[in-house]
C-alpha cells in the first residue's frame, strides 16, 4: 500500500521566489493537512483540505496558500519567500473524519531559503 | 501559533532503561496521540487515546489521557537503540462545524546509548 508522496524532497530557493510543493495522499484518503516543522517552533498546522475545499487554516501569512485536486492530491505554495520559510514541509492525509489511525505523514520537503 | 509544552526537550539514557515524558496545555483535547519521528522522515503514530484516563499499550510503550483532558504522558520500557529519535505528543480537537485541528507539542529527542 503506497504512503503518503510529497515533491520535490529538496528544494533550494532564493529571497522573493514562489514555490509549490505537491502532497498524493493514500489511495482513499480525501483529507489532506500541510505542516511547517522548524527546530524552533516545532510542527505548526498550516491548512487542511477536504473535498477540494479549505476546511480549516492555522495562523500563517497569506503568503502561504493551498488548494486540493478532484483526485485528492494537494499542492501548497509560498509566494515571496523569505529566509523564515526555510523548513521541513509535512502533509497528511486521512479518510477525513474518521479515526487517528488514519492520519498519516508524508517524508516532507525540506525548503531552504537563501 | 498554539504548542504543547512538552517535557524533557531531550534526554540521553542507558539501553534497557525505561522512559518517560510527558505533554502539558492549558487547553482540554478530546484526543491525545503520540508520534515518532526518524531523521529525514515524516512523524509515524505511535499510540491514540481516545478517553481521559485511558491507558493504552502498544509493545513497550504505554500512554496515558490525563484524567483533566490536559495532559499525557508516554512511557517507553526496556528502550533498545532503533528508539532514538523524536517524539512528539499532539492534541486533537474538534469544533461544532465538525471539523478538526490538531496541535502538536514540541517534541522530545530520545537518544539511546548502547
Known amino acids: 500500500k503506497a504512503g503518503v508522496t510529497q515533491t520535490p524532497r529538496y528544494l533550494i530557493k532564493t529571497r522573493g521566489q514562489q514555490v509549490t510543493l505537491s502532497c498524493s495522499p493514500i489511495?482513499?484518503?480525501?483529507?489532506v493537512s500541510w505542516y511547517q516543522q522548524t527546530p524552533g517552533q516545532g510542527l505548526q498546522f498550516l491548512f487542511e483540505y477536504f473535498s477540494e475545499t479549505q476546511r480549516n487554516k492555522g495562523n500563517f501569512p497569506g503568503r502561504f496558500s493551498g488548494r486540493q485536486f478532484s483526485n485528492s492530491r494537494s499542492e501548497m505554495n509560498v509566494s515571496t519567500l523569505e529566509l523564515g520559510d526555510s523548513a521541513l514541509y509535512l502533509c497528511?492525509?486521512?479518510w477525513g473524519q474518521g479515526r487517528i489511525e488514519g492520519y498519516t505523514f508524508g517524508s516532507g520537503t525540506r525548503l531552504t531559503v537563501v | 501559533g498554539q504548542q504543547l509544552n512538552q517535557s524533557p526537550q531531550s534526554m540521553f539514557i542507558q539501553e534497557g532503561e525505561d522512559v518517560s515524558m510527558n505533554c502539558t496545555s492549558s487547553s482540554i483535547f478530546n484526543t491525545w496521540l503520540w508520534y515518532k519521528q526518524d531523521p529525514g522522515e515524516g512523524p509515524v503514530l505511535l499510540i491514540a487515546?481516545?478517553?481521559?484516563?485511558e491507558l493504552t499499550s502498544n509493545g513497550r510503550l504505554t500512554a496515558q489521557f490525563g484524567i483533566t483532558r490536559k495532559d499525557s504522558f508516554l512511557n517507553i520500557s526496556a528502550s533498545i537503540p532503533s528508539d532514538v529519535g523524536i517524539y512528539f505528543c499532539a492534541g486533537r480537537t474538534s469544533s461544532t462545524s465538525g471539523t478538526y485541528k490538531y496541535i502538536f507539542g514540541t517534541g522530545t529527542r530520545l537518544k539511546v546509548l548502547a
Open positions: 487515546l481516545y478517553k481521559a484516563g
Open positions: 497528511a492525509s486521512s
Open positions: 489511495s482513499g484518503h480525501r483529507s
